[in-house]
């Protein structure tokens, strides 16, 4: 589709048009790697683009991964969002984790126990590129069991990068931003995708709340499921009943009474 009928051209050509600076002067002797475009926030500084991630940004602008890196989409503790831009002009979101600032203790906590990734885990760097491996695996096996989650597209180092959920670049809210103008629907929506979440994808969000389910266009997506734990983890059962009460707490607050009991069974079929 020509960019000019989509909305994005306008400001790909913005994009584009300005080059990215020198954040490292190691990176001047870069000549041969293919050059991010329009990095624009410098806010977040060397605490998101330190030298190693830089590095990695550039290995996956040169394998065609991503051509424009924007502002920040979204700022968590441990993470930012950008808006990217691909070869091909199509948007991605692209997920940096925060080395220097992550809390390890919490990614310990979360990935001890999961049979599928054996990690030093006194060794900084190393723990949040399984964290993040983590995250694209559990979006894959999400996506695949059929709930709508941002397709992963690729994942390197401390650097995700992901399907991008708004439209002409907006990115979409989360619920707790734009709540669903139908609750029932939506809640019976997302108590679906925890049933196919448990029983397709054999995984428990752990952390599921408004704040982690956008509101793309009335469809609610799930995000950020780093934490998601396999079934047969030690933690399984305990995360699955917290998701459950903050969905009930979410809802009732916007006029939707329901029951842990009703949830759960649709759940887990008990």
């Known amino acids: 589709m020509d960019p000019e009928e989509t909305g994005k051209a306008p400001e790909i050509r913005a994009l ?28 977040v500084g060397s605490e998101v683009f330190d030298e190693l991630t830089l590095k990695t940004l550039y290995k996956l602008a040169n394998s065609g991964y991503l051509a424009v890196l924007n502002g920040a989409v979204s700022t968590g503790k441990e993470a930012n969002v950008f808006k990217g831009i691909t070869d091909t002009d199509d948007f991605v979101a692209v997920k940096i984790y925060r080395v220097a600032t992550s809390d390890f203790k ?5 990935i001890q126990g999961d049979p599928r990734f054996k990690v030093r885990t006194t060794n900084r760097r190393q723990l949040v590129q399984a964290w993040v491996n983590k995250e694209f695996r559990n979006l894959k096996r999400a996506l695949e069991a059929g709930v ?29 931003d734009a709540p669903p103008e139908d609750p029932e629907e939506a809640l019976e929506t997302i108590i679906e995708y925890m049933h196919r979440l448990y029983k397709g994808a ?3 969000h752990g952390d599921l709340s408004f704040f982690n389910i956008l509101n793309h266009c009335g469809e609610p997506v799930i995000i950020d499921v780093s934490q998601a734990m396999v079934l047969d ?13 903050n969905i009930i707490r979410d809802f009732r607050r916007i006029g939707v009474s329901v029951t842990a009991d009703y949830i759960r069974e649709r759940i887990t079929g008990k």
């Open 148 to 176: 709508r989650v941002p397709e992963p597209v690729t994942a390197r180092d401390n650097v995700l990068i992901m399907e991008f959920i708004g439209k002409d670049g907006v990115p979409a809210p989360t619920m707790r």
């Open 16 to 43: 584009k048009s300005r080059a990215v600076n020198r954040v490292d002067s190691d990176l001047g002797r870069m000549e041969a790697v293919k050059r991010l475009k329009g990095v624009e926030d410098r806010r």
């Open 233 to 245: 983890h030690p933690l399984a059962g305990e995360l699955l009943e917290r998701d459950i009460e």
């Open 202 to 204: 054999r995984l428990v």
């Open 106 to 110: 919490k990614m310990q906590y979360y």
